[in-house]
């Protein structure tokens, strides 16, 4: 029955009782956003361009930047497309990143760090987003990776907004979800990454097999960040999205939406999954999940709990 629901469903998101939900794709190039058209996804929450060029020893150029960005705008023309600027180093070096030798590259110069220490390649890649947005007529949003503090936010805002584009940081690092409030007085939208702000909560590697059980997304430490940001998104009147791992899990999508998110982005291949279990709740039911699973202990408790609720 669930496998008929699933190809049943074709969109657009929503709970049963018609709360809208926008339900989005992670992609990370122009054929993985075409690809995506063939699945009910409505845009692209998390566009990774730092997977574009893994493989590059220099810079791309600016003009090879626009091609490339174009390509995904064209795809989801007219919808909405957020794309993250580099999130190079740790997991995904880039080597014309002059990524320094470091003892603890999870916490050291990666993200939104790399535009400090190497000093263009930021404003570079802004150029080409902005003149890929003007070549395709696209409104792009465009999000910094592991911001740490207000100031980088306001930082990132400026440049962004300095080329008529629309601002937002994730939220993938403990002290910017403290801190949602203030960052929100900076940027236009949040997005929060649940595989880093579970590893960063948890002091646990999210590549690490052996510590998958701190690092799961329904640890209740980590969803209590995810529900304060969440609330202060609901406060501000700002959008806050999820395009973490925790987006693509059905059941943990409905406590999300519970807590105020308005928007989940996963791989394309779980975007069916995800619209059609949500389908099947109403948004009070979604909320009394999200209150359940905050005064569980441990994950097993609020898998069980939010369970009970959704069914
Ligand atoms: C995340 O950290 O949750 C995220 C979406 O970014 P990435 O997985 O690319 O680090
Ligand atoms: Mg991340």
Same mark, same amino acid.
């Given at each position: 029955?669930?496998?008929?629901?699933?190809?049943?469903?074709?969109?657009?998101?929503?709970?049963?009782?018609?709360?809208?939900?926008?339900?989005?794709?992670?992609?990370?190039?122009?054929?993985?956003?075409?690809?995506?058209?063939?699945?009910?996804?409505?845009?692209?929450?998390?566009?990774?361009?730092?997977?574009?060029?893994?493989?590059?020893?220099?810079?791309?150029?600016?003009?090879?930047?626009?091609?490339?960005?174009?390509?995904?705008?064209?795809?989801?023309?007219?919808?909405?497309?957020?794309?993250?600027?580099?999130?190079?180093?740790?997991?995904?070096?880039?080597?014309?990143?002059?990524?320094?030798?470091?003892?603890?590259? +999870?916490?050291?110069?990666? *993200?939104?760090?790399?535009? $400090? =220490? !190497?000093?263009?390649? %930021?404003?570079?890649? &802004?150029?080409?987003?902005?003149?890929?947005?003007?070549?395709?007529?696209?409104?792009?949003?465009?999000?910094?990776?592991?911001?740490?503090?207000?100031?980088?936010?306001?930082?990132?805002?400026?440049?962004?907004?300095?080329?008529?584009?629309?601002?937002?940081?994730?939220?993938?690092?403990?002290?910017?979800?403290?801190?949602?409030?203030?960052?929100?007085?900076?940027?236009?939208?949040?997005?929060?990454?649940?595989?880093?702000?579970?590893?960063?909560?948890?002091?646990?590697?999210?590549?690490?097999?052996?510590?998958?059980?701190?690092?799961?997304?329904?640890?209740?430490?980590?969803?209590?960040?995810?529900?304060?940001?969440?609330?202060?998104?609901?406060? +501000?009147?700002?959008?806050? *999205?999820?395009?973490?791992? $925790? =987006? !693509?899990?059905?059941? %943990?999508?409905?406590? &999300?939406?519970?807590?105020?998110?308005?928007?989940?982005?996963?791989?394309?291949?779980?975007?069916?999954?995800?619209?059609?279990?949500?389908?099947?709740?109403?948004?009070?039911?979604?909320?009394?999940?999200?209150?359940?699973?905050?005064?569980?202990?441990?994950?097993?408790?609020?898998?069980?709990?939010?369970?009970?609720?959704?069914?």
């Amino acid at each position: 029955a669930d496998r008929a629901r699933i190809a049943m469903w074709t969109g657009p998101g929503q709970t049963s009782d018609g709360h809208p939900i926008a339900i989005l794709a992670n992609v990370q190039d122009g054929a993985g956003a075409r690809a995506a058209r063939s699945t009910p996804a409505e845009g692209v929450g998390l566009f990774r361009t730092e997977l574009c060029f893994l493989d590059r020893d220099t810079e791309p150029t600016v003009d090879e930047q626009i091609d490339i960005y174009s390509a995904v705008f064209e795809a989801y023309q007219g919808r909405k497309v957020v794309l993250r600027t580099l999130d190079a180093g740790s997991d995904k070096p880039l080597r014309f990143a002059d990524h320094p030798d470091e003892h603890n590259p +999870a916490l050291g110069v990666r *993200g939104i760090r790399i535009a $400090a =220490a !190497a000093p263009g390649i %930021l404003e570079r890649q &802004l150029d080409a987003v902005a003149a890929a947005a003007e070549r395709t007529g696209a409104r792009p949003w465009v999000m910094a990776p592991m911001i740490a503090t207000v100031a980088e936010a306001a930082a990132f805002a400026e440049q962004v907004r300095s080329r008529n584009l629309v601002p937002g940081v994730m939220i993938e690092v403990p002290s910017a979800a403290l801190l949602a409030d203030r960052v929100l007085t900076h940027v236009d939208f949040l997005s929060i990454g649940t595989n880093d702000l579970a590893q960063y909560t948890m002091a646990a590697d999210r590549m690490s097999p052996a510590l998958a059980s701190l690092t799961d997304a329904w640890q209740p430490a980590v969803l209590a960040l995810v529900a304060r940001t969440a609330e202060a998104g609901s406060v +501000a009147g700002k959008p806050v *999205g999820v395009c973490g791992e $925790a =987006a !693509a899990d059905p059941l %943990l999508a409905c406590v &999300l939406v519970g807590m105020g998110v308005s928007s989940l982005s996963c791989a394309a291949s779980a975007v069916a999954s995800v619209g059609a279990r949500l389908s099947a709740v109403t948004a009070a039911q979604c909320q009394d999940a999200a209150q359940a699973v905050l005064s569980t202990d441990d994950p097993p408790a609020a898998r069980a709990a939010a369970s009970r609720i959704l069914g």
